[in-house]
């Protein structure tokens, strides 16, 4: 198949790209690099199925494809902070050029969504059926609300223009190839224990987050997008853990860091509890996370030691 995947540079997406290019298909890569970078997919340039097309989704585009991964959008807080209404576009009219292409295709198109869309949740675990807590009006919510109302437009194309659509709702996501800058919790923490920095923890520590290692990520997405079902589905692992014990875990698997636990002030809305139900995603795709914690982090610290080296 002629694949377009939209952000294939960033983090997520260029593993994207390498599986889908293994299993024998062409790859249409798409980004502006704003928070993506052409050394994420340097290897990948001179694959004859593999394809870069340095564009920016708010601006319209035209490809030929049998289907399309829409993952173009800063994830991070830091990152989709940087440019609030930059990231706000990105989501309402990234993702409206993107569904014209798939009516005009008529090929399957699979919107990455976000567990933020739950905001700070008043239920855990989350299911697909919550409404989330959102606040409309905070620093957070050019990236959650972008996202609720990407959902939107996903589900408008669908009931008026029949457009084949599935929606992801990704949990953490970590592993190899992740930017040591973008502000995500677990690159800091190893980037931070290489560097023999202290640790950050935003608050107490005791808000918890459920990490999914990048490979299982993705397989979550290829299932989905073969499948039948439209979504929205969570994908993501349910192991919960504290940031607190994250931190610590860290210290323990790096060993030699001088690094120690320093404490700030939580920044508004952070969540306190991530944690998603994966029924839907175990009923409908077959699909639950493989690989644990300590495994992904032991493949994600290597990556980083050898980066600062």
């Given at each position: 198949?002629?694949?377009?995947?939209?952000?294939?540079?960033?983090?997520?997406?260029?593993?994207?790209?390498?599986?889908?290019?293994?299993?024998?298909?062409?790859?249409?890569?798409?980004?502006?690099?704003?928070?993506?970078?052409?050394s994420n997919i340097?290897?990948?340039?001179?694959?004859?199925?593999f394809t870069f097309v340095l564009h920016d989704v708010v601006e319209p585009f035209f490809y030929e494809c049998d289907q399309i991964y829409l993952l173009a959008c800063p994830a991070s807080p830091k990152a989709y902070q940087y440019d609030s209404i930059k990231t706000i576009k990105t989501s309402i009219f990234g993702t409206m050029n993107a569904l014209e292409l798939a009516k005009q295709n008529n090929c399957p198109i699979l919107l990455t969504s976000t567990s933020e869309v739950y905001g700070d949740p008043q239920i855990?675990?989350?299911?697909?059926?919550?409404?989330?807590?959102v606040n409309p009006i905070g620093i957070r919510s050019c990236y959650d609300e972008g996202k609720r109302l990407a959902e939107t437009l996903m589900m408008e194309y669908h009931r008026n223009h029949k457009v084949d659509i599935r929606i992801a709702r990704i949990f953490n996501t970590y592993g190899p190839l992740m930017d040591k800058d973008d502000g995500r919790v677990v690159s800091n923490f190893i980037v931070q224990c290489l560097e023999n920095k202290n640790i950050t923890i935003y608050g107490a520590g005791s808000q918890t987050r459920s990490f999914c290692y990048v490979d299982d990520t993705v397989d979550g997405l290829i299932k989905l997008m073969n499948g039948s079902h439209i979504g929205p589905i969570n994908i993501g692992n349910p192991n919960e853990i504290t940031i607190k014990d994250l931190a610590e875990i860290v210290i323990r698997m790096v060993k030699i860091t001088?690094?120690?636990?320093?404490?700030q002030d939580?920044?508004?809305?952070?969540?306190?509890?991530?944690?998603?139900?994966i029924e839907k995603a175990n009923r409908y795709l077959g699909w639950s996370p493989k690989i644990n914690l300590l495994e992904g982090l032991t493949k994600t610290i290597e990556y980083f030691s050898n980066l600062k080296n």
């Open positions: 198949m002629k694949i377009l995947i939209l952000g294939g540079s960033g983090f997520i997406g260029n593993h994207l790209c390498r599986r889908l290019l293994n299993e024998g298909n062409k790859i249409i890569c798409l980004d502006n690099n704003f928070t993506g970078s052409l340097q290897d990948l340039i001179t694959n004859p199925n855990s675990p989350q299911i697909e059926e919550y409404w989330g807590n001088k690094s120690k636990i320093v404490y939580l920044p508004q809305d952070d969540p306190q509890k991530r944690k998603p139900d």
